[in-house]
């Protein structure tokens, strides 16, 4: 047997390779879990949280395990760690792609806000407009309480109607009595009936 023959034999493929991406995988389901857990909770839905913080768990826990049985496995370690910045990226990711929640979008310009404010009313959003006094005189805030996913359609209303207007943006924990267009809505869209 040869000296090439005899290191691919007695290497450990299973304990170097192979547990290694597992490890690797766990995590990055685990901590992808864990922040769209957060978020749920942070949404209220009382529901869907638990059940994902179960698995988030379960996973964490298979993981933690077989690290625990192979402390002498650098390979192991490596495998965690990037796991968990990996599993960090992709649950900022699925957040972003899911969308779910309310914003509350706050505009304020020095200029004419005439067609910015009806722009925004014919492509369905809904627009307090209060005139008010600011550092330079006087200013229009217009006030839009936004379904997080029409974000992006919203801001580049903005930019094209009133590039120089102040914009800030937060996340708003309910609403009531408001005005929301209909929209398209996809499967995590329904989800927000089990927050009741």
Excluded: H
Excluded at 26 to 32: L, Q
Excluded at 66 to 85: C, D, E, H, P, R
């Amino acid at each position: 047997m040869g000296i090439l023959e005899s290191l691919t034999f007695d290497f450990d493929w299973f304990g170097w390779v192979i547990l290694p991406i597992l490890i690797f995988l766990a995590r990055v389901v685990d901590v992808s879990m864990g922040t769209l857990r957060i978020i749920f909770v942070s949404r209220g839905m009382k529901y869907l949280a638990p059940v994902i913080g179960f698995f988030e768990s379960l996973i964490w826990l298979v993981a933690i395990g077989q690290i625990m049985q192979s402390l002498t496995n650098a390979g192991l370690y490596v495998a965690y760690a990037a796991g968990f910045g990996v599993g960090n990226f992709i649950g900022i990711y699925l957040e972003q792609k899911i969308a779910m929640g309310l914003l509350c979008v706050r505009t304020i310009t020095t200029d004419d806000a005439t067609d910015l404010i009806g722009y925004l009313k014919e492509k369905d959003f809904g627009v307090t407009s209060i005139s008010a006094s600011g550092i330079s005189g006087q200013v229009r805030l217009i006030l839009s309480v936004i379904k997080r996913k029409d974000l992006e359609e919203m801001i580049a209303i903005i930019n094209e109607k009133a590039p120089k207007a102040f914009v800030s943006v937060e996340d708003v924990r309910s609403a009531a009595e408001g005005y929301f267009a209909p929209r398209r809505t996809g499967f995590f869209s329904r989800l927000s009936i089990m927050r009741k």
